[in-house]
Nanobody
Framework: QVRLMERGGGLVEAGGSLRLSCAAA????????MDWYRQASGNQRELVAG???????DYADSVKGRFTISRDNARNTVYLQMNSLKPEDTAVYYC?????????WGQGTQVTVSS
């Protein structure tokens, strides 16, 4: 059974930083593509950033230059460092991975950026 457990959300002022983490269990983490999505109230869930097993990364245009995704294979954990946060970054952030054809999601962590 795949489990993804996010931590690190909270309330921060605009311009501040937060670091999210997602610990994965029940997957071969070293070979898994991991990504972060977010969903703001009333909006569809959108892809924020992804990282391949070899460390290649991809970002949504809205977060390029501000967010950094990374992974620690020894800890089965993926991170999202968020800097220069804006009120429009306010959302529930979800960790995600596709594993053997099934889509797996964490429970989400709330990030709120005040102006």
């Amino acid at each position: 059974q795949v489990r993804l457990m996010e931590r690190g959300g909270g309330l921060v002022e605009a311009g501040g930083s937060l670091r999210l983490s997602c610990a994965a269990a029940g997957v071969n983490f070293k070979i898994s593509y991991m990504d972060w999505y977010r969903q703001a109230s009333g909006n569809q869930r959108e892809l924020v950033a992804g990282i391949s097993s070899s460390g290649g990364t991809d970002y949504a245009d809205s977060v390029k230059g501000r967010f950094t995704i990374s992974r620690d294979n020894a800890r089965n954990t993926v991170y999202l460092q968020m800097n220069s946060l804006k009120p429009e970054d306010t959302a529930v952030y979800y960790c995600h991975t596709d594993y053997y054809g099934r889509s797996n999601w964490g429970q989400g962590t709330q990030v709120t950026v005040s102006s």
